[in-house]
């Protein structure tokens, strides 16, 4: 369906998490590292239980390999988007890319495309949510406005 993009992820766990929901999905997981943490972590594995041979999952060592190995629509999720999650038409296939879990996208990346960046509305007295949550709530956003096409 869509391609879920983390940059630099630090915690397995959430990344685990992510997996498990990309599997359910039917996403894609693309990893930018460096990572925080080994693909062998016993968290990461855990979090993703018996799921890892049923989503596609890439490897790329830099955003500039993921950027030279991949093309298409990508949307950029940071606490510094203008626009809602919620005002975006995503198409299967499109990119949704995630930062770190401490410092998010760099600020670079968000100058060169606010456009497509996108916020989750929060209450102002907190930084941010949990990166799989953003993401859980993002995929399902997309695959509401597709009528869960494809979904049991």
């Given at each position: 369906m869509f391609n879920i993009v983390l940059y630099q992820p630090e915690i397995p766990q959430n990344t685990g998490n992510i997996a498990r929901l990309c599997a359910v999905t039917g996403c894609?997981?693309?990893?930018?590292?460096?990572?925080?943490?080994?693909?062998?972590?016993?968290?990461?594995?855990r979090a993703g239980l018996d799921y890892w041979h049923l989503l596609q999952v890439y490897?790329?060592?830099?955003?500039?390999?993921?950027?030279?190995?991949?093309?298409?629509e990508y949307y950029y999720v940071t606490t510094k988007g203008s626009r809602y999650y919620t005002d975006f038409s995503y198409q299967a296939g499109d990119y949704i890319i995630f930062g770190r879990e401490t410092a998010g996208l760099p600020s670079e990346v968000i100058a060169a495309n606010e456009d497509r960046c996108m916020r989750i509305p929060m209450k102002g007295e907190v930084r941010c949510l949990n990166l799989a949550n953003s993401v859980a709530i993002i995929v399902y956003e997309g695959l509401r406005k597709h009528m869960f096409r494809d979904m049991k």
């Open positions: 894609a997981l693309h990893l930018v590292g460096p990572m925080g943490f080994s693909l062998q972590s016993r968290y990461l594995k490897r790329y060592d830099s955003l500039q390999e993921f950027y030279a190995q991949q093309g298409g």
